[in-house]
């Protein structure tokens, strides 16, 4: 995922005004929000962060450092189902950058593990009228985590999502069917960042 300044900014903002208790980041790499969730009393509210990263060398890399800033950083894929899944790796890039994942077609495979994956119904299943922030960065699979995330998702007051306006990935959700899903579940689309032709990051508020 490419983070642009302004989208990141404005979503922190927003966070000052909702005050979440709980932020979720899926797809963390180096969960750069969670840190700024985790560390969320200079913003005059308190947030428990959580992060899930699919990669077990980033996960490996990132661990330590973010216990170390508050951070429950998770090394599972979060998809539509509960079980184990396999995570791709770009067979023209380092292993330890972000655009690996659960999806093909968008590159040629070098290598792939399989991990445990889970929705995040199921994995926060005993959370309960909470305030959330959720960060999506899934390289294609918005699908999977948002149909495994219909409870989450009723407690949320913002999400910020990473979407593809072209088919980079195979079977893969484009803008429209993303702002399509969360306008039915009761979101609304305050703002767009369109960073490359075919991609973008979307802030959504609750309706």
Known sequence: MFTDALSLAYFLRLQTELKPTISIEVGAFDADFSIEMANA??????????AFEGSKPIFERYKDILEQQNVTYINKIITDY????????DSNSDIFVGHNGIKTGRF??????????????LYFRDLKDENIAL??????????????ATRI????????????????????????????FLSDMGFVLKKSYQYSH??????????
Not at 41 to 50: D, M
Not at 135 to 148: H, Q, S, Y
Not at 156 to 179: G, H, K, N, P, T
Not at 198 to 207: E, I, K, Y
């Open 41 to 50: 009393g200079r913003r005059g509210f308190t947030c428990k962060a959580y």
């Open 82 to 89: 509960e079980g184990t899944a396999e995570f791709l790796y």
């Open 108 to 121: 040629d495979i070098k290598q792939s593990e399989v991990t445990e994956c889970t929705t995040l119904d």
């Open 135 to 148: 960060w999506i960065d899934c390289e294609g699979a918005n699908r999977e985590v948002l149909t495994g």
């Open 153 to 180: 998702l009723s407690m949320c007051s913002s999400i910020y999502i990473e979407v593809e306006q072209e088919q980079l990935w195979q079977d893969a959700w484009l803008i429209d069917d993303v702002v399509r």
């Open 198 to 207: 075919n991609q973008s990051n979307l802030v959504f508020t609750r309706d």
